[in-house]
């Protein structure tokens, strides 16, 4: 993933978020730079430190400021360090609005609204779906941004279709017809002929 440039609270949140959301440690690690804010405005007459680097950002708490000694940038770093652990766990968080991103391939359901990690993943839980539930299924239509599925059994009006969530890698399913019309019979001859 390319870098992203932290700027305002907005972008905070939204880095928050993602961390929150993928519990890899070294996804979306945080990079700190410090620029002085006084380079930004040169006419202005107010005496600058020679050493940015050896500014120590203090963070007083409850209050939307900082203040300034010259030690280091520890204090950034245990802020930083703080920060990150105030991000609730998924396990914490009891909201039903809440998005769960599929990771494990081994789930009992698919239903509607359901967010895959990536296409692949989508595509190895359908595998293991499959045959747990006996049936079997052809790729109607496979692109880079839409996945679509129907029963083996033309007469079966069984679809699965899943698509691109945003310009993010992971896949959402959009339209579930669960439900096979089709006999189980069918579906187990066809497979131990195959």
Same mark, same amino acid.
């Given at each position: 993933?390319?870098?992203?440039?932290?700027?305002?609270?907005?972008?905070?949140?939204?880095?928050? @978020?993602?961390?929150? =959301? #993928?519990?890899?440690?070294?996804?979306?690690? !945080?990079?700190?730079?410090?620029?002085? /804010?006084?380079?930004?405005?040169?006419?202005?007459?107010?005496?600058?430190?020679?050493?940015?680097?050896?500014?120590?950002?203090?963070?007083?708490?409850?209050?939307?400021?900082?203040?300034?000694?010259?030690?280091?940038?520890?204090?950034?770093?245990?802020?930083?360090?703080?920060?990150?652990?105030?991000?609730?766990?998924?396990?914490?968080?009891?909201?039903?609005?809440?998005?769960?991103?599929?990771?494990?391939?081994?789930? @009992?359901?698919?239903? =509607? #609204?359901?967010?895959?990690?990536?296409?692949? !993943?989508?595509?190895?839980?359908?595998? /293991?779906?499959?045959?747990?539930?006996?049936?079997?299924?052809?790729?109607?239509?496979?692109?880079?941004?839409?996945?679509?599925?129907?029963?083996?059994?033309?007469?079966?009006?069984?679809?699965?279709?899943?698509?691109?969530?945003?310009?993010?890698?992971?896949?959402?399913?959009?339209?579930?017809?669960?439900?096979?019309?089709?006999?189980?019979?069918?579906?187990?001859?066809?497979?131990?002929?195959?």
């Amino acid at each position: 993933m390319a870098p992203m440039r932290i700027t305002n609270e907005n972008s905070v949140l939204f880095y928050l @978020e993602l961390k929150r =959301k #993928d519990q890899q440690l070294t996804s979306y690690s !945080l990079r700190v730079e410090v620029t002085p /804010l006084l380079e930004s405005f040169p006419d202005m007459h107010v005496l600058r430190p020679s050493n940015f680097e050896d500014i120590d950002l203090q963070v007083s708490e409850g209050h939307n400021f900082v203040t300034s000694t010259s030690k280091g940038l520890s204090a950034l770093e245990s802020f930083a360090s703080s920060a990150y652990e105030s991000i609730p766990e998924l396990d914490d968080v009891n909201s039903e609005s809440e998005i769960n991103v599929i990771s494990n391939p081994n789930i @009992e359901a698919i239903t =509607k #609204d359901m967010i895959f990690r990536n296409k692949e !993943l989508l595509k190895k839980t359908m595998r /293991l779906y499959a045959i747990e539930n006996n049936f079997q299924y052809k790729v109607y239509k496979s692109e880079k941004y839409k996945y679509v599925l129907k029963c083996l059994i033309d007469s079966c009006m069984w679809t699965i279709r899943a698509s691109k969530l945003g310009e993010t890698d992971m896949f959402k399913i959009r339209y579930i017809r669960n439900g096979h019309s089709c006999s189980m019979d069918i579906i187990v001859i066809i497979d131990s002929c195959l």
